[in-house]
């Protein structure tokens, strides 16, 4: 059994707070590629990555997102999203309301591990105004916008947050 991937996903925390060191570009394309290796529907790769250094766009997506100034402290943010036209491509409707978005969350995880085993800090957004994103960025109009990642050296690690015990959240059915 590989123990350090249990011990990633129990050591892994939502970092809000980044010292301004810079990310270099090999670390950003770990990351990406990591995102690259989630399960997904039928091997459709239906997701697409917007990765964003600049100052300003960083400052607008942190007003997108309810004023979390911490989005606009990062070095590095990424954008995740669906892509819409390949799934339903592969998958007709189902494909684009739910393949693509639970690829694209699988690709959002692995990149928020890939962080952590890379001694960053990470955090995942879903609160934000997708149309705000969208007219900011002016993605690709296939491309649904499903998270922000926010990158960045930790300046603040925060605590375990705990867990509710297993046996609240799940059932056996015999």
Same mark, same amino acid.
């Given at each position: 059994?590989?123990? /350090?991937?249990?011990?990633?996903?129990?050591?892994?925390?939502?970092?809000?707070?980044?010292?301004? $060191?810079?990310?270099?570009?090999?670390?950003?394309?770990?990351?990406?590629?990591? &995102?690259?290796?989630?399960?997904?529907? /039928? $091997?459709?790769?239906?997701?697409?990555?917007?990765?964003?250094?600049?100052?300003?766009?960083?400052?607008?997506?942190?007003?997108?997102?309810?004023?979390?100034? #911490?989005?606009?402290?990062?070095?590095?943010?990424?954008?995740?999203?669906?892509?819409?036209?390949?799934?339903?491509?592969?998958?007709?409707?189902? /494909?684009?309301?739910?393949?693509?978005?639970?690829?694209?969350?699988?690709?959002?995880? $692995?990149?928020?591990?890939?962080?952590?085993?890379?001694?960053?800090?990470?955090?995942?957004?879903?609160? #934000?105004?997708?149309?705000?994103?969208?007219?900011?960025?002016?993605?690709?109009? $296939?491309?649904?916008?499903?998270?922000?990642?926010?990158?960045?050296?930790? /300046?603040?690690?925060?605590?375990?947050? &705990?867990?509710?015990?297993?046996?609240?959240?799940?059932?056996?059915?015999?």
């Amino acid at each position: 059994m590989n123990e /350090g991937v249990l011990e990633a996903l129990k050591t892994r925390r939502s970092v809000r707070a980044y010292l301004p $060191n810079e990310i270099p570009d090999r670390t950003i394309a770990q990351i990406l590629t990591a &995102g690259t290796w989630a399960p997904t529907a /039928g $091997n459709v790769q239906a997701w697409y990555f917007y990765v964003i250094r600049d100052s300003y766009l960083k400052e607008k997506l942190a007003a997108a997102a309810l004023q979390q100034k #911490f989005i606009a402290q990062a070095p590095v943010v990424i954008l995740v999203c669906a892509d819409l036209e390949k799934a339903r491509n592969a998958y007709k409707k189902r /494909g684009e309301e739910l393949y693509c978005i639970q690829d694209a969350a699988a690709a959002a995880q $692995n990149m928020l591990l890939a962080a952590h085993a890379l001694d960053l800090g990470a955090c995942w957004v879903g609160a #934000f105004d997708e149309r705000s994103v969208v007219d900011l960025l002016g993605i690709m109009p $296939n491309h649904r916008p499903l998270a922000i990642l926010s990158f960045g050296k930790p /300046g603040h690690i925060p605590t375990d947050p &705990g867990r509710l015990p297993l046996h609240q959240v799940y059932s056996e059915i015999d």
